[in-house]
């Protein structure tokens, strides 16, 4: 196996270990969520819908199917995600809980989650560019 198969293999399942992350308890994941996240302020249903374009962007770009969705998909929702984590930590300068990880999570929000939204939008690109 490739290094290139292997960085996408990685972050793609990443994407997806995330996801079950976030699904185990929707709920407090999409209230923390709702902490930082500038669409979700704006429409709460989509916290709810975040960890299922997760899932399905990472399931979709494992299998190398459906390109023109798991595309799409993973850089908006990394492209939104990013912005919001860096608004809120580096201009708000705002000390809040990530919930990358799910809803029970004592990590800090930051550089840990802004790189899970900027891996999302890498893999996007990559994918966008590498695939035919």
Same mark, same amino acid.
């Given at each position: 196996?490739?290094?290139?198969?292997?960085?996408?293999?990685?972050?793609?399942?990443?994407? =997806?270990?995330?996801? !079950?992350?976030? $699904?185990? *308890?929707?709920?407090?994941?999409?209230?923390?969520? %709702?902490?930082?996240?500038? %669409?979700?302020?704006?429409? !709460?249903?989509?916290?709810?819908?975040?960890?299922?374009?997760?899932?399905?962007?990472?399931?979709? #770009?494992?299998?190398?199917? #459906?390109?023109?969705?798991?595309?799409?998909?993973?850089?908006?929702?990394?492209?939104?995600?990013?912005?919001?984590?860096?608004?809120?930590?580096?201009?708000?300068?705002?000390? $809040?809980? =990530?919930? =990358?990880?799910?809803? *029970?999570?004592?990590?800090?929000?930051?550089?840990?989650? $802004?790189?899970?939204?900027?891996? #999302?939008?890498? #893999?996007?690109?990559?994918?966008?560019?590498?695939?035919?």
């Amino acid at each position: 196996m490739s290094k290139r198969v292997s960085i996408e293999w990685f972050i793609s399942v990443a994407m =997806c270990l995330l996801a !079950v992350q976030k $699904l185990q *308890d929707i709920e407090s994941f999409s209230t923390m969520f %709702l902490n930082y996240d500038l %669409l979700a302020q704006r429409w !709460v249903r989509y916290g709810y819908l975040y960890p299922f374009g997760e899932a399905l962007a990472g399931v979709l #770009m494992i299998s190398g199917a #459906m390109i023109w969705l798991s595309v799409p998909v993973a850089l908006f929702i990394g492209s939104v995600g990013a912005f919001s984590v860096f608004k809120a930590v580096y201009i708000d300068k705002r000390g $809040l809980k =990530c919930a =990358c990880v799910g809803g *029970d999570s004592n990590v800090p929000l930051g550089f840990i989650s $802004l790189t899970e939204n900027l891996m #999302m939008v890498a #893999m996007g690109l990559w994918m966008l560019i590498s695939k035919p």
